[in-house]
């Protein structure tokens, strides 16, 4: 066999075991976040600060703060996608699917669907900034010079 330089062979292993990885790292993040801002501010911490829909507001100083611990964390899961994913083109593909499963759990805890507008133009903007920042990462990796020859050179 030939020798490729990416192996393009479909794994649905890695794929599900680098969506969940991700789920965790937005999870784990969002909450370090959110800890490290509540206890500047002495707020009390919450799962409605990473579920629900209502606390995501411009009109108080929480929901600020929580808008800005999203944002924080859309650049920390961009980290993660240039750790763990490594494809610029997949960049997209996970952070909508993390997306898509945060709004699947928001509606599960609140018992309806997200109708906040707050809620969706935070998690709009998150995902452009996730999917920007971590494919811009990773095509800077992968768009770097491989070394064709790092021998000794021969005097012919």
Known sequence: MVGHFRSYIWDPVL???????MQCIYYSFLGLWLAGIDSLVQNSRSLD?????E??????PQGRLSMMAFILNSLTCALGLWFFV??????LD???TIHFFH??????????FPGALSWWLVNVVCMALMAVIGEYLCMRTELRAIPVNTGPKSTL
């Open 55 to 60: 606390v995501l507001g411009f009109s108080t």
């Open 94 to 96: 996970f952070t909508v």
């Open 15 to 21: 794929i599900v075991s680098q969506i969940i990885l």
């Open 103 to 112: 709004l699947i759990g928001c509606w599960i805890y609140n018992a309806r």
């Open 86 to 91: 490594r494809r610029g083109k997949k960049c």
């Open 49 to 53: 600060q990473i579920f629900s829909y």
